[in-house]
């Protein structure tokens, strides 16, 4: 995994008032300032504070 956490797998803990899913796996394309950057529910990606996610892997993806 490189250091600004691209390629952790997420999940989602809180879907309001935004456009994630409670349980869903989510893939981490960076990690900037606190903050995730995810594809979200609308297919677009954008900035999430990290609390809203819980880790499911600590590997990076193939």
Avoid: C, K
Avoid at 3 to 31: A, I, K
């Amino acid at each position: 995994m490189t250091p600004d956490g691209e390629g952790r797998l997420v999940f989602g803990r809180f879907d309001w008032p935004t456009d994630l899913t409670v349980g869903r796996l989510y893939q981490v394309l960076s990690d900037e300032h606190g903050l995730y950057r995810v594809v979200d529910d609308t297919g677009e990606d954008y900035m999430y504070p990290i609390w809203m996610f819980e880790h499911a892997f600590q590997q990076s993806l193939p």
